[in-house]
């Protein structure tokens, strides 16, 4: 079966705009978490959705967010955009979440100059 | 706060050597996993490790729980250009859904 889709693969943004990125669950998977990777910080938890609703938030501010659509798509969102948020975006779907295994896709360069 | 800490934190060896990395953390785990992530990719589940003093082998990798589940390593036997990679150990959170808990990795370069 298909695995982890995100789009777009790589994106340049100025400072101050905001980005949107999308991810596609591996059909069945009901929970959706996206992860920053960074070479200083390595990867951090974002966020997580489970049924549409959030159930787990990591410690980055407001300007990131993020929703899931009712067939499980996601989207997370970035506004005001700093250079620090100059990163790899990684999505990870699992069944339900809770200790699953989560299985990552490709991830979304984005580059803010 | 969990904090999970890998060494070495860089790597760089010849095809056909072995290598250990380590991962460990301030407290108990409860469980462990390794993933490997190739350059360009997402980051790959390995294996899972729960019990402590498992031990799990995958063709030439090797996977050790510490006894007191507060440690693991990751051994290489004859290592090939292929296995070059990010590994990252990871715990799932103790509190939280679907978090995972990763540490920083060891970047590892196998060079033919």
């Known amino acids: 079966k298909a695995g982890v889709t995100q789009t777009p693969r790589y994106l340049i943004k100025t400072r101050g705009q905001q980005v949107t990125l999308s991810c596609s669950p591996i059909?069945?998977?009901?929970?959706v978490s996206w992860y920053q990777q960074t070479p200083g910080q390595g990867l951090q938890f974002l966020f997580e959705y489970f049924s549409e609703t959030q159930r787990n938030k990591g410690n980055f501010p407001g300007r990131f967010s993020g929703r899931q659509f009712s067939n499980s798509r996601s989207e997370m969102n970035v506004s005001t955009l700093e250079l620090g948020d100059s990163a790899l975006y990684l999505c990870a779907s699992s069944l339900k979440g809770s200790g699953n295994t989560i299985y990552f896709g490709e991830g979304s360069w984005l580059t803010v100059v | 706060t969990q904090l999970l800490e890998q060494s070495p934190q860089f790597l760089s060896i010849q095809e056909g050597e072995n290598l250990t990395v380590y991962c460990n953390s301030s407290?108990?785990?409860?469980?462990l996993q390794w993933y490997r992530q190739e350059p360009g990719e997402g980051p790959v589940l390995l294996v899972t490790v729960v019990t402590g003093g498992e031990v799990k082998k995958l063709k030439r990798l090797t996977f050790q729980f510490g006894d007191a589940r507060k440690d693991s390593s990751l051994h290489i036997t004859a290592a090939q250009p292929g296995d070059t990679g990010l590994y990252l150990c990871?715990?799932?959170?103790?509190?939280?859904?679907?978090?995972?808990?990763f540490g920083p990795g060891t970047s590892l370069s196998v060079i033919p």
């Open positions: 407290s108990v785990f409860s469980s």
């Open positions: 059909s069945g998977h009901r929970s």
């Open positions: 990871a715990e799932p959170s103790k509190t939280s859904y679907d978090k995972v808990i």
